[in-house]
């Protein structure tokens, strides 16, 4: 009979546990730790070659509970997502400063924009092959470190193609660790909690918006000019700026060589002596036990398969590309088609919508200076867009190659405030998510936000308010973003441990295809119409909902199992 052991509750001093195997399920109670201990070492032993080992795994993650090891975790992920979202969003801020400095036009202005996602595309499948052939903690301290060595020598900048050649690295080292941190993240959290923990994962990068803003609502305004090479090497307040955004990939690359590698990751490549000891550790940590006690003795592996670091590099790269042949095999590229695909649409109007609104707020904002009132939102649009139509093509740009005649255009309060707000509204959605999951399931969850996306989206047409505006657009934003979050947990889970990484990283590479598309379409749509764009957005979140439908139920899945 195979027996599969997973903890329920504790009661007081005593234990209760739930056995279940193919024809019985039954309620066992033990008086302490102790004996629980002994039970569940003797059970190991007897399912030995059964091949339940991710079983016990997950059986051993829920003994050793949530505690301080996950925040230790919880806030390398905090400045690792904080890092690698700061190297796509420090340059709309920055832009308007360093205009002169740099000497860019409005063309190196977009290029500067989008060479950090180039960088993605190029090295995001590379990456995910790496890192699911040799763990998880060297792609995530590297990867970091780039950041860190990137973010320092762009602050120190005094040209413009020596910044782009620096972010072209920058987004090259963001590809190294972005598709490891959920996975580190995942691999270490109890089942049981898992889904609520990478929700509150999916809200740093919310919480990200809201730190960048404010720091560049602190630094960017002073009037920093420090010279310490004239001519050659000065320093003004958007350097500081990202001077002072290097700091987070410096502690998410601290934190990270504190943390051991993925307990499961290490069991997949039959290294069961080093999960077992990193999994002691995490025990010891959050229940303040000695390691000794852990209950699980052993895993239930065969013994046949040989330990990865043992094998040499040529052979752990060959079996690495036999296994990623599976990816490819149903049902695996059904799944990994379908969630690339809902990324490339979700991305498409989440990414062009981000980007945009703080254009289309300082077109309402203008508006309402000019004409001394606010009119109906496609009023105010159409006017902008009369206005860029009456202006030549032929117009001449102003010579910036002068100090004196290039005057820098600082950002307003409302620029920062904008994206200060977007970040809690976002944040505020993706922890009503985290709530709400756990009794309605994530794809009924994900329907009901992407219907209510499309509407706030079609329901800009009838404002007339700047608050209305940027409530609705908020919102937007807001619902697309905690959608594509339930997304992720998805496919993080869906996808075997041997492959998760490379199939993360392909559904960021085309979601990263679809963020360079969203900002190319929706000017072109802008151009159409007022609406065109947002009913584009409505549209496309409305077919995203059906297609939730066609998404795999994980927690149902791996209810017995664990995932893969």
């Known amino acids: 009979m195979r027996l599969h052991i997973s903890i329920i509750s504790y009661q007081g001093d005593g234990i209760e546990t739930r056995s279940r195997s193919s024809n019985c399920s039954t309620v066992l109670h033990y008086k302490n730790r102790r004996e629980m201990a002994k039970d569940l070492s003797e059970k190991a032993q007897q399912s030995k070659g059964d091949g339940d080992a991710m079983k016990i795994l997950e059986d051993a993650l829920t003994l050793c509970k949530f505690g301080k090891f996950h925040f230790l975790l919880l806030a390398a992920s905090l400045c690792s997502i904080f890092a690698a979202m700061l190297v796509t969003t420090t340059s709309s801020y920055i832009l308007p400063v360093a205009e002169c400095d740099l000497k860019m036009t409005i063309m190196y202005k977009g290029l500067l924009n989008a060479i950090p996602f180039l960088g993605q595309i190029g ?10 052939t040799f763990g998880r903690k060297i ?4 990867g970091n470190v780039g950041i860190f060595i990137g973010t320092l020598l762009e602050g120190s900048s005094q040209t413009y193609w020596m910044m782009l050649f620096i972010k072209l690295i920058e987004g090259i080292s963001l590809s190294l660790s ?23 994962y999916s809200g740093f990068t919310s919480t990200s918006l809201i730190v960048a803003a404010l720091l560049a609502w602190a630094s960017l305004p002073l009037p920093i000019h420090i010279v310490v090479w004239e001519g050659y090497f000065e320093l003004h307040a958007w350097n500081v700026y990202l001077y002072i955004c290097s700091i ?12 051991p590698e993925s307990p499961k990751f290490l069991l997949s490549h039959a290294r069961e002596k080093e999960a077992l000891e990193v999994l002691k550790t995490i025990y010891s940590m959050n229940t303040g036990n000695d390691r000794d006690s852990f209950p699980i003795l052993s895993f239930n592996t065969s013994g046949t398969l040989k330990p990865t670091d043992v094998i040499s590099l040529k052979k752990q790269l060959v079996n690495a590309l036999v296994e990623v042949k599976e ?10 088609l379908l969630f690339s695909f809902i990324t490339f649409a979700g991305l498409i109007v989440f990414t062009s919508l981000r980007l945009w609104y703080p254009q289309i707020s300082t077109i309402i904002e203008n508006y309402s200076k000019n004409h001394g ?5 496609c009023v105010m649009i159409t006017d902008y867009m009369d206005g860029l139509k009456e202006t030549p093509s032929d117009v001449i740009l102003t010579n910036i190659t002068e100090p004196s005649v290039c005057v820098p255009k600082l950002s307003g309060t409302q620029t920062y405030m904008n994206g200060i ?5 976002s944040l505020m959605f993706v922890a009503i998510s985290a709530f709400l999951v756990e009794y309605l399931g994530q794809k009924i969850l994900m329907f009901i936000i992407l219907i209510l996306s499309a509407l706030c989206s079609a329901s800009l047409y009838w404002t007339n308010q700047s608050i209305q505006i940027a409530i609705l657009m908020s919102a937007t934003c807001g619902l697309l973003q905690t959608a594509l979050s339930l997304q992720q947990n998805m496919f993080i889970r869906v ?11 392909i559904i960021i590479m085309v979601g990263r295809i679809g963020s360079l598309s969203g900002n190319i379409i929706f000017p072109i749509l802008l151009r159409l119409g007022c609406m065109a764009p947002f009913i584009t957005t409505s549209c496309i979140a409305l077919g995203l909902a059906c297609l939730v439908y066609f998404l795999p139920n994980v927690n149902k899945e791996n209810k017995d199992t664990g995932d893969k």
């Open 421 to 425: 707000i977007l970040g809690f509204v």
């Open 139 to 142: 792609f995530l301290i590297g």
């Open 373 to 377: 009132e606010t009119a109906q939102f």
């Open 327 to 336: 990816l490819f095999r149903r049902p695996l590229i059904y799944r990994l």
């Open 495 to 505: 996808f075997p441990t041997t492959l998760r990484a490379l199939a993360v990283s």
């Open 178 to 200: 972005f598709s490891a941190i959920s996975s580190m993240l995942s691999e270490f959290t109890p089942i049981s909690i898992r889904d609520r923990v990478l929700l509150t």
């Open 248 to 259: 987070w990939s410096f502690l998410a690359m601290i934190l990270y060589y504190c943390l």
């Open 123 to 132: 090295a995001s499948l590379l990456t995910g092959f790496l890192v699911d």
